[in-house]
């Protein structure tokens, strides 16, 4: 769930562009980057992924994204040579327009909710991520027959990692260059696209902007510079944006959630990557929920996972006074409660000394003013940044927790014996069922792996109202004495009983063979329908698996150049964060993950039954 964690060893932070020449971007990347991002690093994109993006999009990172702390000593002229340097492309250019237009005309998606669609992230208001059967358009048993329709390139990006949403003949899709396209579900042609400042992870949210006739469908969505925006979901016309968060880490990597006219956007940020600099003042950065007009973007209420704002603490052992508490970003979509009229987040770790109690919980709060109602804790004093796993650990707090905040979102459900419960995997390698109707009590909790920072459960299972499927990530990062990924640990699906956790089914991962840079953890996001759940991997298979028994039906390897509708060059990689979208007969998957190690891609792939 961290938006990036960057390896940069003390003296890259100490002494960044302190004597290197202005224009020798070469050297500025051998003397201060190659060390992480040649190397496999967790969460540092390497060099392939680098030089598949746009020029702009390495300096937005370095000058107001994620690389801001690293780079803030490199001067403009630096910076910009380095950004040329490593995407062999000169800054200035005209971003191209996108190929493949739609030659038909534009719909305007009237009865998109009375037709097959997949919204938003988790399918439905309660994020089970499971498809109706009426509105799926494929059955378990035909599988074994999906086969490529069509595939999409990603112009300029190392790919997506945001979870398309189908509505009808459309489906839409935002990427890392901070793009997002409507296209045909049919074809994968173009019908518009919207550019973005900020890479854009969410999933597109459909909804009217407004109660009265003639009202506008809008296309919701957030993006890493922390900014809301609201399109016309039909001509991608721009209605309104919002800057919902003024910290300068703040991201949006949840998808809002739509509900009654209203807009709840999750929060998060990536100050705990700030933190590696040890002269960085860490950390003030809180996780909160916004409630938008959906009409008008005019908020209606934020409310803080931590109630008090940040104030000194101490002073690190460079000078550097230091602030808390801090953290608990909300890195998943919201859930909402339509029978309670309540909204259900969990919430990640702090970031700073003293620890709060709301930090790697479950929280309920009241749709109509946000206020909290009830917060339930899974791991107790997590207080994390990326420094506790440098060299220079001089920001890592003194609590150094064990990273284990949730990036899958809370799934409501209903039990066979009348009780309700929200369930949600987390890093820890624990499956938890609560009680959202006494407070959070807990009714099980399971363990299925080890956890880790990038372990355990990480974007979301999926369930048909009978069982959880759940995929497993555990994954091993390259280490000083190896420079790939692991190919032997994590990974794993898994089939949990919703009355009482029980492990249904496991099925083990099949393993890397002799495929380079590749591991066997699962770290997408489940997505179902009766009888197969499909899980994504970061050695680039897509598989579907029996619901009754965890049995593989089909095994779709997704790395390898395709030929593109849209004539762009593309190809898969590894698959993680969103997992497929399904509807009207078709499944959706985004193929290639920058960063970590994994494999880099920048495709869009689209499946039916016998490629028809």
Request: with cysteine; hydrophobic share 40%; glycine share 12%.
């Amino acid at each position: 769930m961290k938006i990036l964690r960057w390896c940069i060893a003390s003296s890259c932070v100490l002494f960044f562009g302190s004597f290197l020449s202005a224009q020798d971007g070469a050297t500025i990347y051998k003397g201060f980057c190659a060390a992480c991002h040649d190397a496999g690093a967790e969460r540092a994109p390497n060099r392939e992924s680098l030089k598949a993006m746009l020029p702009e999009r390495v300096l937005a990172a370095m000058e107001s994204g994620a690389m801001v702390p690293m780079a803030g000593r490199l001067s403009a002229p630096e910076r910009r040579a380095l950004a040329e340097f490593l995407t062999g492309k000169a800054l200035g250019q005209k971003t191209p327009l996108p190929q493949g237009l739609c030659n038909q005309a534009s719909d305007n998606l009237t009865d998109w909710a009375a037709g097959p669609h997949w919204a938003g992230w988790g399918a439905t208001l309660e994020n089970t991520r499971f498809q109706d059967p009426s509105l799926a358009g494929i059955t378990a048993e035909d599988v074994p027959r999906l086969k490529l329709r069509w595939a999409f390139g990603f112009l300029g990006d190392t790919g997506s990692t945001a979870q398309p949403t189908i509505a009808g003949e459309r489906v839409f899709v935002g990427s890392q260059g901070g793009r997002v396209y409507s296209l045909s579900a049919a074809t994968g042609c173009v019908y518009w696209w919207f550019d973005a400042p900020g890479v854009v992870r969410t999933a597109i949210t459909l909804g009217r902007n407004g109660k009265e006739s003639g009202s506008k469908l809008a296309a919701y969505f957030g993006d890493t510079a922390g900014i809301v925006y609201a399109v016309e979901a039909a001509t991608g016309t721009l209605l309104w944006k919002s800057k919902v968060d003024p910290h300068p880490a703040a991201v949006i990597t949840g998808t809002p959630t739509f509900y009654d006219g209203r807009l709840y956007v999750p929060v998060a940020s990536r100050e705990e990557a700030y933190a590696i600099a040890s002269a960085y003042q860490c950390c003030a950065f809180r996780g909160s929920v916004v409630a938008l007009d959906g009409a008008t973007g005019k908020q209606i209420w934020k409310t803080y996972t931590i109630s008090e704002e940040a104030r000194p603490t101490k002073k690190n052992k460079v000078g550097t006074q230091l602030l808390g508490p801090s953290g608990a970003g909300i890195w998943s979509t919201p859930t909402v409660d339509v029978k309670r009229r309540l909204l259900y987040v969990t919430t990640g770790d702090n970031y700073s000394d003293p620890p709060t109690t709301r930090s790697d919980a479950f929280l309920a709060m009241d749709l109509e003013s946000g206020k909290i109602l009830w917060s339930r804790q899974m791991t107790v004093a997590d207080a994390f940044t990326l420094a506790c796993r440098m060299l220079d650990t001089t920001n890592c707090p003194d609590s150094n927790g064990p990273d284990f905040d949730f990036g899958a979102p809370p799934i409501l459900i209903s039990l066979q014996n009348g009780r309700r419960a929200l369930v949600a995997g987390q890093k820890s390698g624990i499956v938890h069922a609560i009680d959202p109707d006494k407070d959070g009590e807990v009714i099980w909790q399971t363990r299925i792996g080890k956890g880790g920072g990038l372990g355990g459960i990480e974007w979301g299972s999926a369930t048909d109202q009978s069982r959880i499927y759940v995929a497993l990530s555990d994954i091993a990062f390259p280490t000083s004495s190896r420079k790939e990924l692991d190919p032997k640990p994590g990974g794993g699906m898994f089939a949990l009983s919703l009355e009482k956790g029980e492990r249904i089914w496991h099925t083990p991962p099949p393993g890397c063979g002799d495929r380079k840079r590749c591991s066997p953890a699962q770290s997408a996001a489940v997505s179902a329908i009766t009888g197969a759940a499909f899980s994504g991997s970061v050695d680039g298979h897509l598989r579907a698996y029996s619901t009754k028994d965890g049995s593989i039906l089909w095994d779709f390897d997704t790395v390898g150049p395709y030929k593109t509708v849209n004539g762009v060059e593309a190809s898969g990689g590894s698959l993680d964060g969103a997992g497929p979208a399904i509807g009207g007969g078709m499944l959706f998957v985004n193929s290639g993950y920058p960063v970590f190690g994994a494999m880099p891609g920048n495709v869009l792939l689209a499946f039916s039954v016998d490629g028809k």
